[in-house]
């Protein structure tokens, strides 16, 4: 962002350009405004789309801990780590416990929209950013390739595919790319302090949010050795160190955390990962709702997924195409000069392959960790396209017509996407909502205050009722319990498929809700048939068991 004197001389600039043009400023002035509502259009019909997405999504059984944490915080005040397991770093406990406030008990509802509200703001940044590179470009080149970069993103199937859901994905990747903005901001100013302390920040906060985060810090570590020589010795020193306060101090939380829940803290983030990975190699087999599901755990299951199953897919391999010829046939240009140029090609394309780094620690992979590296490896192809087009106006013209057709067929492969944004129409269909009817059944059948167990706690939150704190991580630590020590299960607060009918019988439930998962939750049938529950059938796959002696309303 420019000073104010800055901001004026660019202006004055500008209008005697426009005067030497026979534009006047007044026509200059109309000109923005044009540009500004095109913008703004633009924005909308990006939010209309990642809403559309958003409202189409089928329940995903990885919500179910983001937002049942975030109720257990604002209803009951508990806490992660230290009142029941939790497996993620857990800022967005808080966001979305502030967010459930104003939006009652419509959870997945407003978990949704603020994802599809970050993953539209994540698309504009990069609209902006591209703006900024291109800044010395003719205004035509510039709107070109920042468009040209915006459809090349949005039909992107990576980000289709996680725009949609109450992850902690689409916030991390903005918070990223945030702090990526304004660290190359700050480059350019006289005085950084501020603008790499705010970038720091972000990237701390991100690391609050989802910890694999972390991996893109040396991106920035190494992009700071290339500042400008304008900031030297002493000059330079105090910035950088400016960031590092920054960071520190938004994973100070995550200190506190450590410090009050250490052992539940550390098995939540690190020592969990491996229990899965141990899970995954005794039932290799999956099931998200129906559909029995695989995932790659050993380092070269991951590559070979990545291979097949991302970059196989058609808009995808474009994507990787376009950042190998636009983006790292770039990425050696300037290196040996400590000017902007060279600061922002390290930046941006280390960001790329530390971002990458971190899609493969999660265990096992699924297909959203890969979307993270998108939104750098756009920018890192606007990069390349923006020291391409610096030669001769015929060079622009192919790069240009190229683009056009890479953009062109990137969006055919997607049309369908576009095409479904008119499921908008259909309120009373969005699955949020469908969700939320049948979370106001399972109310009807256990009342208004009752006790649901479960292994979707999202279906009984939506009706307002009460889950136990034990099950807020959903189906994970039910399945991998059995796995630790029964002393371990009482530490770290597990309730398991070994030790939930003991835990039960001190607190029977008024409601047990079955139908995500059959295998895993035959002995929770079981026990509801033993316990003397009635069956009550919501639908085609879902069941409730209601206890026999419940007094319905």
């Not at 990545?306 to 990787?320: E, K, S, T, Y």
């Not at 059995?482 to 003991?502: D, R």
Request: charged share 15%; hydrophobic share 50%.
């Amino acid at each position: 962002m420019a000073s104010k004197p800055e901001e004026q001389e660019r202006m004055a600039e500008v209008s005697q350009a426009a005067v030497k043009a026979g534009r006047s400023p007044s026509h200059h002035n109309v000109l923005r405004i044009v540009q500004i509502l095109f913008v703004s259009c633009l924005f909308l019909f990006i939010l209309a789309l990642n809403i559309s997405r958003a409202v189409r999504a089928d329940y995903n059984h990885d919500e179910d801990q983001y937002i049942a944490s975030a109720r257990l915080l604002l209803d009951e005040g508990l806490l992660p780590y230290r009142d029941y397991p939790y497996f993620h770093t857990p800022y967005l406990v808080f966001i979305y416990a502030q967010l459930f406030a104003l939006t009652g008990s419509y959870n997945l509802l407003a978990a949704r929209l603020l994802s599809a509200v970050c993953a539209s703001v994540t698309v504009m940044l990069v609209f902006w950013i591209v703006l900024h590179f291109f800044r010395n470009h003719s205004w035509v080149s510039r709107w070109l390739a920042a468009i040209g970069t915006l459809f090349l993103y949005l039909p992107n199937p990576l980000f289709a595919a996680t725009a949609g859901f109450s992850w902690n994905h689409n916030l991390s990747v903005l918070l990223m790319l945030g702090s990526l903005w304004l660290v190359l901001l700050g480059s350019q100013k006289k005085s950084p302090g501020v603008w790499l302390f705010s970038g720091g920040a972000l990237l701390g906060l991100a690391v609050g949010i989802r910890v694999s985060s972390i991996t893109i810090l040396p991106a920035f570590l190494l992009a700071l050795l290339w500042l400008p020589d304008k900031f030297s010795g002493r000059r330079i020193r105090w910035p950088r160190l400016l960031f590092g306060v920054g960071f520190s101090l938004a994973v100070l939380p995550l200190v506190w955390f450590l410090i009050t829940a250490r052992q539940e803290f550390i098995f939540g983030n690190l020592e969990y990962a491996q229990l899965n990975s141990a899970y995954r190699l005794d039932v290799p087999v999956a099931y998200d709702g129906l559909v029995p599901v695989f995932g790659a755990s050993s380092l070269p299951e991951k590559i070979g997924y990545l291979w097949n199953d991302v970059i196989g897919q058609p808009a995808n391999l474009l994507l990787f195409a376009c950042l190998a010829f636009f983006g790292w046939s770039v990425l050696a240009m300037h290196l040996g000069h400590k000017d902007e140029q060279a600061f922002r090609n390290i930046l941006v394309f280390a960001a790329t392959l530390f971002v990458a780094v971190g899609s493969f620690l999660p265990t096992p992979s699924w297909y959203q960790y890969f979307y993270a590296p998108v939104p750098f490896a756009m920018l890192a192809i606007a990069l390349g396209l923006a020291y391409l087009t610096q030669g001769s106006s015929e060079t622009r013209k192919w790069i240009s017509l190229l683009l056009i057709q890479l953009v062109l067929i990137a969006n055919i492969f997607m049309f369908q996407d576009y095409r479904r944004m008119s499921f908008l129409r259909y309120v009373d269909l969005w699955k949020p909502l469908v969700i939320h009817r049948v979370g106001m059944d399972i109310r009807e059948l256990v009342g208004p205050s009752g006790w649901v167990f479960t292994i979707a706690p999202i279906y009984p939150l939506e009706g307002g009722l009460r889950v136990y704190a034990p099950m807020a991580t959903g189906v994970f630590a039910f399945r991998t319990g059995p796995l630790l020590s029964a002393e371990k299960q009482q530490q770290y607060g597990i309730v398991s498929t070994q030790n939930f009918k003991a835990y039960l019988d001190e607190n029977l439930p008024d409601g047990i809700l079955v139908g995500f998962d059959p295998a895993l939750e035959k002995v929770i049938i079981e026990y509801a048939i033993i316990r003397g529950y009635i069956s009550q059938p919501l639908d085609r796959t879902l069941t409730l068991w209601v206890r026999a002696d419940l007094d319905n309303p």
